[in-house]
């Protein structure tokens, strides 16, 4: 089983459960308010307030998570790949993105998630660049509140291998909008392949 957790703006929201053969079994969902102004556009603004309500968490025994975390200074981009290997996927994803804001290529730890897959031909990768201050910022304050990172990913990824495995959405074209705060995120997805976000 794992837990997941996610930071918004009103909270850090928990569940704790599997997926395992087309369903998912939730053991625990709970939600630690934050102060207003704690996070803003997901970065963290009030270390304090954020290891207290992360404390209360771990007081509910969860000592390991998967974070998901959202911003809009996290640099996303959705292109098509020839098949190529991992190495290059991740050389390519740190030369695409960095051109992107003309950011400094060390000032940012970069991946890829692949969104589909076409055997032996390429396919599809969600190129991700996130600045290492603002992962560093999570690292330290969850390590603070006793409680160790096992994994970070990107509320996008996090919502397309969500609706992947949601046999509702396939082969279904929508949009889907979250609402975070004051922050609007709006997601289109057409046969259920992830293909824009604002």
């Known amino acids: 089983m794992n837990t997941v957790i ?3 703006q009103e909270g850090i929201h928990a569940i704790h459960g599997e997926f395992s053969k087309g369903t ?10 934050l102060p207003e102004e704690s996070m803003i556009n997901g970065v963290i603004a009030d270390e304090h307030a954020l290891t207290s309500a992360l404390q209360k968490l771990h007081g509910a025994n969860i000592d390991k998570v998967m974070l998901v975390i959202g911003s809009g200074n996290i640099l996303l981009k959705n ?5 190529m290997s991992k190495q290059r996927l991740l050389n ?4 695409e993105l960095s051109s992107l804001e003309n950011a400094n290529a060390e000032d940012y730890i970069y ?16 190129c991700c660049g996130v600045e290492r201050s603002l992962i560093k910022s999570y690292l330290d304050v969850f390590e603070g509140a006793g409680i160790k990172i096992q994994s970070i990913d ?3 990824y996090a919502i397309c291998k969500l609706v992947t495995n949601l046999k509702e959405f ?3 074209t929508y949009i889907l909008n979250i609402i975070d705060g004051n ?3 709006t997601l289109l997805f057409v046969d259920n392949q992830y293909t824009f976000h604002n």
Not at 24 to 33: K, N, S
Not at 92 to 95: E, L, R, S
Not at 115 to 123: H, K, P, S
Request: proline share 4%.
């Open 6 to 8: 996610h930071i918004s």
């Open 24 to 33: 998912f079994t939730i053991d625990y969902l709970d939600t630690f308010p």
């Open 79 to 83: 292109i098509k790949v020839p098949k």
């Open 92 to 95: 390519f994803t740190k030369d």
């Open 111 to 126: 991946d890829y998630a692949v969104l589909n897959d076409t055997v032996g031909r390429g396919g599809e990768i969600l």
């Open 154 to 156: 990107v509320s996008v």
């Open 170 to 172: 396939h082969n279904k």
């Open 183 to 185: 922050n609007l995120v």
